[in-house]
């Protein structure tokens, strides 16, 4: 999951100053962490407590409340009695890649997905996202297989994978919805060479660039191994001590140290 928020690190500079290159430094003085590493914190952090991620995500939330979360996920967190809201936004992708890393079948990966999404987006749009970020992810660290994942991601969710970067890039624009925003993620990873590489393909879209980063991180991380010792010192460095243990503990107990 360090893959994913890196990831999220390296493109919060660029959300709203979108970037059509690949040509970027990944760290500066703008650099930080979002609402996409918190909530992915707080994933973790219901996998490997309760299993609860409506009250993770809650805990986390509310700990972090200025981390630029949307105006209805921010409404849900001042609620006093939370409720789902209907939501297809990427936020229910840009937190899940935990989900992929911690479990061990196809059938558990897209329950827990599932789960981990329809406490605030229980729209199916909302819930397919996340099972499609999260099944990436699985597919990426047990079956090493490009095509595979491709094939498997897009017949299950009817997502257009079979698109280059460079074919999205020119006509792409912001867009938060788990339509317009997962499917371009996977595109970025699989069209990638290295995790840095997927990366900045995410970035280079010119989207919704610290999620867009966030997925692609996630599954990277999955297929080519953890980001290099650079990037990760520079995630413990800007992250909280609080995030980065819950980060630490994961990776370790998930078969990669931070």
Known sequence: MIGA???????????????????????????????????????????LTDGDYRRAA?????????AGYGGFFAGWLQAKDPRPYGSYGNGSAMRVSPVGFAFDSVEEVLREAKRSAEFTHDHPEGIKGAQAAALAVFLARTEWDMDLIRSEVSARFDYDLNRKVEDIRPGYS????????????????????????????????????????????????????????????????????DL?????????????SA
């Open 244 to 256: 980065w243990s819950v980060t630490e503990q994961f990776c370790t107990l998930y078969g990669h």
């Open 5 to 47: 928020i890196a990831g999220d690190i390296i493109g919060s500079v660029y959300e709203f100053g979108r970037t059509k290159s690949k040509e970027f430094p990944l760290f500066g003085a703008g650099s930080g962490f979002t609402d996409d590493s918190v909530l992915t914190v707080a994933t973790a952090d219901a996998i």
């Open 58 to 66: 809650l805990e986390f939330g509310r700990r972090y409340p200025n």
């Open 174 to 241: 912001h867009d938060e919805s788990c339509q317009r925003t997962v499917p371009e993620a996977i595109i970025a990873f699989l069209d990638s060479t290295s995790y840095e590489d997927a990366i900045r393909n995410a970035i280079s879209l010119g989207g919704d660039s610290d999620t867009l980063a966030c997925i692609a991180g996630g599954i990277a991380e999955a297929y080519y191994g953890p980001p290099q010792h650079e990037i990760r010192a520079e995630v413990k460095g800007i992250l909280p001590a």
